[in-house]
Nanobody
């Protein structure tokens, strides 16, 4: 079983920044894609961003494009989510997930991901 471990998160005022980190216990074809997803209370889980660890190719949800940046450390395989210009509506539990690629791309569909972390809370106050 692959372990997915997130770190970072916390509380910040609107307009501030936070960085989340995510690491997996294995780097295989089944963990070549990494994604960040979030879920606010009473809402469905939604995709935030994904990255193909082999190439660094990224994919973003429209709601965060231009504000959030997903990246990876090629040596360690660790994936980061740099969040800037945070808004209260970004408040949610953020989950990191790992899975295989499909057609050489990383999907924003959570059903494509096999392994999930426990989540880390991000709270943005106005």
């Amino acid at each position: 079983q692959v372990q997915v471990v997130e770190s970072g998160g916390g509380s910040v005022q609107a307009g501030g920044s936070l960085r989340l980190s995510c690491a997996t216990s294995a780097y295989t074809s089944n963990t070549i894609c990494m994604g960040w997803f979030r879920q606010a209370p009473g809402k469905k889980r939604e995709a935030v961003a994904t990255i193909w660890r082999a190439t660094g190719d990224t994919n973003y949800a429209r709601s965060v494009k231009g504000r959030f940046t997903i990246s990876r450390d090629s040596a360690s395989g660790t994936v980061y989510l740099q969040m800037t210009a945070l808004m209260p509506e970004d408040t949610a539990g953020y989950y990191c997930a790992a899975g295989p690629s499909a057609f050489r791309a990383c999907s924003l569909d959570e059903n494509s991901y096999l392994y999930w972390g426990q989540g880390t809370q991000v709270t943005v106050s106005s």
